[in-house]
């Protein structure tokens, strides 16, 4: 990391470099194009939907900065990213100010329900980057059965979509208010991208206690999660009472599009 100047609105580089596999220059022409993949040296083996660069091209572009990468096969890449940054009028620095409560979210178990692959995945990877544990369903009758047959308050949160195959979000929460348990007021928030106040408006008659729609900012999601469970008991992760109960379930159209990926405990 080095300082390029020293302006009002200095900008910093970031260069990031591995000696690894390296890409190929054809690929390089195409690295930012959702959904393409170096499929050299077995990759197509490896976990990845070709969304990671785009992504990170489109934060880089919000920020006014400029991202540059160099690779060559079997010698390695090289990611060089620049971004400007406003110093801080003096006036307007808290040298006391009010400290801002820690998010931990470790341990944490979560269901999380949704029927698109991408959107699971991307929803997955945020989740367990914060040490969280989550069990995956693919629509609402799957979360329906995974909790009905879970051990009493072993999820602490649901994060359920709403349009899905089979039965939808809305009549799942319902289904999981209805059971005769006492964790059945378990938080539930939607997952939409439904974001009219009507949709909201269901969302809460359906016993959800909140929505956060999509496409979400990831801290924004962590809070929300911090706000409904803190204080409450974690359960460590490697205790037996983390794993639900087995339950016999039909392969659903989305896990046989997906490689038959089951819900188990990640």
């Known amino acids: 990391v080095r300082q390029l100047d020293r302006s009002s609105k200095a900008k910093f580089q970031f260069v990031i470099e591995d000696t690894g596999i390296g890409m190929t220059k054809e690929f390089l022409k195409k690295i930012f194009i959702p959904y393409q993949r170096e499929i050299l040296f077995g990759a197509k083996e490896v976990l990845g939907t070709g969304l990671g660069m785009p992504i990170v091209k489109n934060i880089v572009t919000s920020l006014n900065g400029e991202i540059n990468i160099e690779s060559?096969?079997?010698?390695?890449?090289?990611?060089?990213?620049?971004?400007?940054?406003?110093a801080a009028e003096k006036d307007t620095v808290q040298e006391h100010g009010e400290e801002k409560e820690e998010v931990n979210l470790e341990n944490v178990h979560v269901l999380l329900v949704e029927d698109n692959k991408i959107n699971m995945?991307?929803?997955?990877?945020?989740?367990?980057s914060q040490d969280m544990l989550v069990n995956k369903a693919w629509n609402g009758k799957e979360a329906v059965d995974l909790f009905s047959g879970s051990a009493e308050n072993f999820y602490d949160i649901i994060l359920m979509?709403?349009?899905?195959?089979?039965?939808?979000?809305?009549?799942?929460?319902?289904?999981?208010?209805?059971?005769?348990r006492p964790d059945?007021?378990?938080?539930?928030?939607?997952?939409?991208?439904?974001?009219?106040?009507?949709?909201?408006?269901?969302?809460?008659?359906?016993?959800?206690?909140?929505?956060?729609?999509?496409?979400?900012?990831?801290?924004?999601?962590?809070?929300?999660?911090?706000?409904?469970?803190?204080?409450?008991?974690?359960?460590p992760a490697e205790t037996e009472k983390t794993k639900p109960e087995p339950k016999e379930q039909k392969e659903t159209a989305q896990q046989k599009n997906t490689g038959g990926i089951s819900p188990n405990l990640t």
């Open 121 to 128: 995945e991307i929803a997955h990877k945020l989740l367990t």
């Open 72 to 86: 060559e096969l079997n010698k390695g890449t090289k990611v060089t990213v620049i971004l400007p940054f406003k």
């Open 184 to 235: 059945n007021t378990v938080p539930i928030i939607a997952l939409s991208a439904n974001a009219f106040s009507e949709d909201i408006a269901l969302c809460l008659q359906a016993g959800m206690n909140d929505h956060i729609a999509k496409p979400f900012q990831p801290q924004k999601l962590f809070e929300l999660i911090y706000q409904y469970t803190k204080g409450k008991q974690r359960l």
């Open 161 to 180: 979509d709403l349009q899905m195959p089979e039965m939808d979000g809305l009549e799942a929460a319902k289904q999981i208010r209805a059971m005769n």
